[in-house]
């Protein structure tokens, strides 16, 4: 396994939102602006740093999701000479129509092989990357809350607005608990997993993304397309349990412990 498939086609709203209190300099306020998050500059793009860390992990082939208007990705990273040990492909989401149809949107890519799913506008931990390579088949990284209250830059209060993975005795996902209100997240049995969309995918979620209908967001939701793998299409994802933090660049407050965090780590893709 050596594909994967970066979604960076999404709107940005609430990385356009401003925030005096943020104190971004002027590349990076021009950036959030732009709701491109993967391209604000944290001494460099924040994409640099997660094609670094794939490449780090084995993955040799990279497909970047994009708007058919993300001419700055594109050009940024067809420059000669930027990918050392990646090879960078390319495909276009024509309108935001959610997470399920940007991973439609990179079948071409993905053909029959298995691959790598992630966010953007997260930096996963290199130990959740290489497992998902080391997996047999389907499988998803969920992300044990004490891990990331400890080491992520995401407050509590917004963690748990955060899916919450259902897993089964014999240690596979058979859901994700989406958004959970107070109440419920305090009964959840402990410890929780999170889900920061970090999966391995097989074929049949292309099915999948192509059975669901809308949710009532009015999207096609990669959550939606996981559940009808699994109750539908009989997939079964095995939940690597992972004790490390996830770094989230959601808003224009995240930027500041999101470089702070990534100091003195060295990039090369």
């Known amino acids: 396994m050596d594909k994967a498939v970066i979604l960076a086609r999404g709107l940005g709203?609430?990385?356009?939102?401003?925030?005096?209190?943020?104190?971004?300099?002027?590349?990076?306020?021009?950036?959030?602006?732009?709701?491109?998050?993967?391209?604000?500059?944290?001494?460099?793009?924040f994409l640099d740093y997660v094609l670094s860390a794939l490449a780090a992990a084995g993955y040799r082939r990279v497909c970047l999701v994009i708007g058919p208007e993300h001419d700055a990705v594109r050009?940024?990273?067809?420059?000669?000479?930027?990918?050392?040990?990646?090879?960078?492909?390319?495909?276009?989401?024509?309108?935001?129509?959610?997470?399920?149809?940007?991973?439609?949107?990179?079948?071409?890519?993905?053909?029959?092989?298995?691959?790598?799913?992630?966010?953007?506008?997260?930096?996963?931990?290199?130990?959740?990357?290489?497992?998902?390579?080391?997996?047999s088949g389907p499988a998803v990284a969920v992300f044990d809350e004490q891990s990331m209250l400890a080491g992520s830059n995401i407050p509590a209060d917004r963690l748990q607005r955060f899916a919450a993975a259902r897993i089964d005795a014999g240690g596979y996902m058979c859901g994700v608990l989406e958004k959970p209100d107070a109440a419920v997240w305090a009964a959840l049995p402990r410890p929780i997993w999170l889900s920061m969309n970090c999966w391995r995918f097989g074929p049949a979620i292309f099915d999948a993304c192509r059975a669901i209908g809308r949710s009532p967001r009015g999207e096609l939701e990669l959550t939606d397309a996981v559940q009808y793998a699994i109750d539908v299409l009989g997939e079964r994802f095995r939940a690597v349990l992972v004790r490390q933090p996830v770094l989230d660049l959601t808003t224009q407050s995240d930027v500041a412990a999101v470089q702070a965090r990534l100091a003195g780590v060295e990039v090369r893709f």
């Open 13 to 45: 709203t609430r990385m356009q939102r401003a925030d005096a209190a943020a104190a971004l300099d002027g590349r990076q306020a021009a950036m959030a602006r732009s709701g491109l998050k993967a391209m604000i500059p944290i001494g460099r793009p």
């Open 75 to 135: 050009d940024y990273y067809q420059a000669p000479g930027r990918a050392e040990r990646l090879r960078l492909e390319f495909a276009v989401q024509d309108r935001p129509r959610g997470t399920a149809d940007a991973v439609a949107a990179a079948a071409t890519f993905a053909a029959a092989d298995p691959v790598l799913v992630i966010n953007s506008d997260n930096y996963y931990p290199l130990e959740a990357l290489r497992a998902l390579r080391e997996q």
